[in-house]
C-alpha cells in the first residue's frame, strides 16, 4: 500500500525533525524519550499512539514549545488516524490489492462484459465450477482474478464436499504450471491441463527459434543441453525460487562451453556465453502433458472440456440471464452459486427426462 508507505516515511521525517529541533535547543535529551519507531516500514498505529501520548506528556510540561506543538497536532488528528485506516484497510485485503467499498470481499477484476470497451475493472468473485456431462459436481469462490491459484483450492473444496475427486482434472492453459502439476501428481489426480505455452509450441515460429530450450537437446544421463549450433551447455549450480503461494520451485543453472564465432550467435542478447535456467520438474510435467493431450484419449477428453464448463456458465449467464450476484459477502455469494448449481442441476436432470420420455413415445 504506497499512501501507508509514504505515510510512514512521513512520520519518521517528523520524529527526526522533533529530535533535531531538541538538540538545537542545547538541551539535553531530558527524557523526551522520543520511542524507537524502528524502519518506516515496520510503524504500526499501536507504536505511533504510545510515541504521541509521550509527546503529548512532553507538551504539557513545555506548552510553549510551538514546533512541538504543531507536530502532535499533526500526529494526533491527521497522521495517527490515517495510519490507522491503512492498517484497517490492510486487514480486509489480506494478499489482495484491491477491494469494493460496497461488498470488502469482492475484488477489482477484469470481466468478459465490457460495455465502455475501456478495460475498466469491476468489482466480482472468481467461480469456478466443476462439471461432468454438464452437471455441476462442485463450485468454489475465489478473491483473486487469476485462475492458476485457484486450482488447489477448488479441487480441495470439491473432495471435501464429495468426499473423493475424479480421477482426471481436465483444465484450459490458465490452470496449467509446475505448482498445480505438483499438487494434482501429489493427489494422484492425472492432469490434462495445458501449460501457458502448449499451443504456441507448434507453431512454425516456435518450432524454429533457435533461442528456445524446446528445440534444444537435452542429455539426460550427462545432465548437459545441446544447443543448435551443436554446442554444449553444462550444469553449474542450482538455486530456488518460491511461488508467491511458497511453493519452491529449484532451477537448474547451464552455460555454454563456448559461444565464440558461433553463426547462431542471435539465439541470445547477452554478451559472452550463453547461460541458461530450468526447472526440470516441470519440463517433466509438460513432457507428460503434451503426450497424454495427443494421445486419442487425451484429445477427445479436451475436446469434451470445451463444452464443459463454458456452456455450464453460458446456460446460467446467458439463457437464464444471471448476470450480478444479488447478495453480499463471500458467504453470501457462496450460497447464492450453491442454489444456482443446483437450480442448473435440476433443470439439466428435467430437460434430460422430458427428451426421455419424448423419445419414448416415438
Ligand atoms: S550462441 Fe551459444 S547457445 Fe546460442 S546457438 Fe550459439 S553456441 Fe549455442
New binding site residues.
Given amino acids: 500500500m504506497k499512501q501507508k508507505a509514504k505515510l510512514q516515511e512521513k512520520v519518521q521525517t517528523l520524529f527526526s525533525a522533533i529530535e533535531e529541533a531538541e538538540k538545537m535547543d542545547e538541551q539535553e535529551h531530558r527524557g523526551l524519550d522520543l520511542p524507537e519507531l524502528g524502519e518506516s516500514t515496520s510503524l504500526t498505529s499501536e507504536k505511533l499512539e504510545a510515541a504521541v501520548k509521550r509527546l503529548e506528556d512532553k507538551l504539557h510540561e513545555q506548552p510553549k514549545d510551538k514546533p512541538l506543538k504543531k507536530a502532535v497536532r499533526e500526529l494526533r488528528k491527521d497522521l495517527l488516524p490515517r495510519l490507522q485506516k491503512y492498517e484497517d484497510q490492510q486487514a480486509v485485503l489480506g494478499d489482495r490489492n484491491s477491494f469494493s467499498k460496497t461488498d470488502p470481499d469482492a475484488t477489482f477484476m477484469r470481466m468478459k462484459e465490457d460495455h465502455m470497451l475501456n478495460g475498466q475493472l469491476k468489482p466480482g468473485y472468481n467461480v469456478q465450477i466443476g462439471t461432468e456431462n454438464q452437471f455441476i459436481v462442485g463450485y468454489s469462490l475465489h478473491q483473486r482474478p487469476t485462475d492458476t491459484r485457484c486450482l488447489k483450492p477448488h479441487v480441495e473444496k470439491v473432495k471435501a464436499a464429495l468426499g473423493r475427486l475424479p480421477g482426471t482434472v481436465i483444465a484450459d492453459a490458465g490452470y496449467g504450471g509446475e505448482e498445480n502439476y505438483a499438487y494434482l501428481e501429489s493427489e494422484q489426480l492425472e492432469a490434462l491441463v495445458k501449460y501457458g505455452t502448449y499451443h504456441k509450441e507448434k507453431s512454425k515460429n516456435w518450432q524454429n527459434d ?2 528456445k530450450i524446446d528445440n534444444w537437446d537435452y542429455n539426460d544421463a550427462e545432465d548437459t543441453w545441446t ?3 551443436g ?1 554444449m ?1 553444462v550444469f553449474r549450480y542450482e538455486s530456488k525460487g518460491k511461488t508467491e503461494s511458497g511453493f519452491e520451485i529449484q532451477h537448474r543453472h547451464y552455460r ?1 562451453t ?2 565464440e564465432g ?4 542471435s ?2 542478447k547477452a554478451q559472452g ?2 547461460e541458461i535456467k530450468v526447472s526440470l520438474r516441470y519440463m517433466r510435467y509438460k513432457q507428460q502433458v503434451r503426450e497424454k493431450l495427443l494421445s486419442e484419449e487425451g484429445y477427445a477428453l479436451s475436446v469434451r472440456r470445451m463444452i464443459e464448463p463454458g456452456s455450464v456458465f453460458g446456460q446460467v449467464k446467458s439463457n437464464r440471464s444471471f448476470r450480478r450476484f444479488l447478495l453480499r459477502g463471500l458467504p453470501k455469494v457462496s450460497l447464492e452459486v450453491g442454489w444456482l448449481s443446483l437450480a442448473h442441476n435440476l433443470l439439466k436432470k428435467a430437460a434430460i427426462d422430458q427428451n426421455k420420455m419424448k423419445m419414448e413415445q416415438i
Fill in positions: 533457435i533461442s544447443c543448435l549450433a554446442r551447455l555454454s563456448s559461444c558461433c553463426p547462431l550467435k539465439c541470445t556465453n550463453r
